[in-house]
């Protein structure tokens, strides 16, 4: 079952803030997100694992609270680059078929 | 960049006509993915293979079959195409099965089946 992303799409202005967020209804040993520009490959930004931990990248971070299955991306101070379609992608903890499930995308706009 | 190729990059074919999709790799890497791409359902697991001649079914397998006679190449096949399988198709790749591990995705077939 794919895990439910919020929002749908986001409209920004440069230099705004942004949450995205991933939520699942299975027990999750991970958590991935990608990026994806228009016509171009997802790419990947980073991996949570199960312990509740955050990471950052330069200005995006997240974090990760396994007892809730839920997954938040932050875009802090958003960049004209940021723009694009965001997927989390989960691994279940019951070590089910190998490869991602991912959510439908959050589609983010950020504009000058 | 990960070295992984898919060919066509393009493709437009009638319904019923068999197609065959390559993605080819110079990684090494063990687990290789296809996932296909559709407007408002995002990536969905096809088949996926953890190693030569072992392959498994993903989410949306059926009208799919899927070979993997190397290490560098995995193809997917469409038996008989219908226009419900026009989408983007994406191959990834990772070294050990997704777990801790990031995917590397190809650059993407548009398949188009009129």
């Known amino acids: 079952q794919q895990p439910v992303q919020s929002p749908q799409a986001v409209i920004l202005r440069e230099g705004e803030d942004a949450v995205i967020n991933c939520s699942s209804s299975k027990a999750l040993y991970s958590v991935h997100w990608y990026r994806q520009k228009h016509g171009e490959a997802p790419v990947f930004l980073m991996i949570l694992l199960k312990g509740g931990e955050q990471k950052g990248h330069e200005k995006i971070s997240a974090s990760f609270n396994e007892k809730k299955q839920q997954s938040s991306l932050y875009l802090t101070a958003s960049q004209l680059s940021y723009s694009g379609t965001y997927f989390c992608g989960t691994e279940d903890s019951g070590g089910g078929a190998d490869g991602l499930t991912f959510g439908k995308g959050t589609h983010l706009i950020i504009q000058p | 960049d990960a070295g992984i190729t898919q060919s066509p990059r393009h493709k437009v074919t009638e319904t019923g006509t068999p197609v065959t999709l390559r993605c080819h790799q110079t990684?090494?890497?063990?687990?290789m993915y296809w996932y296909r791409q559709d407007p408002g359902h995002g990536l969905r697991l096809i088949h996926y293979s953890y190693g030569v001649k072992d392959t498994d079914k993903g989410e949306v397998s059926d009208g799919y079959s899927v070979s993997r006679s190397k290490t560098e190449d995995f193809l997917l096949t469409l038996e008989s195409a219908t226009s419900s399988q026009t989408s983007v198709y994406f191959c990834a790749i990772s070294e050990s099965g997704g777990r801790r591990e990031k995917l590397f995705f190809g650059s993407g077939t548009q398949l188009s089946v009129l």
């Open positions: 990684e090494n890497h063990r687990y």
